[in-house]
């Protein structure tokens, strides 16, 4: 049987039917996320902690946020790494699946923000693979690519400590997805300005 006729046919999760017919409507919805995972290899790699934020009438809403640290005993045991991230974490703690799907609910068909955006969404893409859905239709934007057209640069990329120093934006001592995708945050609201957009 053809592909695409094995996908016609395929019988989704609930959440996932649910998540794909929120794309009958245009979203002005935006979400700012960030993962941390375990390397660089969707292959490969897990998705350590997702954090995430909302943007409203161009300011952080801080309320929209969801905060998630994986639980990957699993992969962590297997390749001999220690569990102190998932222990010390004050993040809610969830197994994969059940973060990945609240993930999806609260993204729904909003615009995705990061830095680096396409790995990120491939590490969510793999994960969504494992609990036989399909892969993220949200449009996605990508703060480096954005800083890079402002500027007319085609010759490198710009890490987020680099942007951040660029726009004067603090690090902080904790490293988190959540801290990420707040800075992340504040710079897209700087440069969406910059290149006009209105979502």
């Not at 603090?170 to 969406?192: G, Q, T, V």
Request: glycine share 4%.
């Amino acid at each position: 049987m053809l592909d695409w006729l094995k996908n016609i046919n395929k019988d989704y999760p609930d959440f996932w039917k649910d998540y794909l017919a929120k794309f009958d409507a245009k979203s002005s919805d935006v979400i700012v996320f960030s993962t941390e995972t375990s390397g660089m290899n969707p292959n490969k790699d897990v998705i350590l902690s997702i954090g995430s934020f909302g943007i409203e009438d161009n300011s952080i809403a801080i309320g929209k946020s969801f905060e998630a640290a994986l639980l990957q005993y699993k992969y962590l045991h297997d390749n001999g790494l220690p569990n102190e991230f998932i222990v010390d974490s004050k993040m809610k703690k969830l197994v994969e699946p059940d973060a990945i799907q609240m993930f999806v609910d609260y993204i729904g068909n909003a615009i995705l923000i990061g830095h680096h955006i396409d790995f990120d969404v491939e590490m969510i893409n793999a994960a969504l693979e494992k609990i036989g859905c399909g892969r993220l239709k949200n449009q996605a934007l990508d703060i480096d690519v954005m800083y890079r057209k402002i500027n007319d640069i085609t010759d490198r990329q710009f890490s987020l400590d680099e942007l951040c120093t660029l726009y004067k934006i603090p690090k902080s001592d904790r490293n988190s997805s959540s801290e990420d995708a707040y800075r992340i945050a504040l710079l897209f609201l700087k440069l969406k300005n910059k290149l006009d957009l209105n979502f």
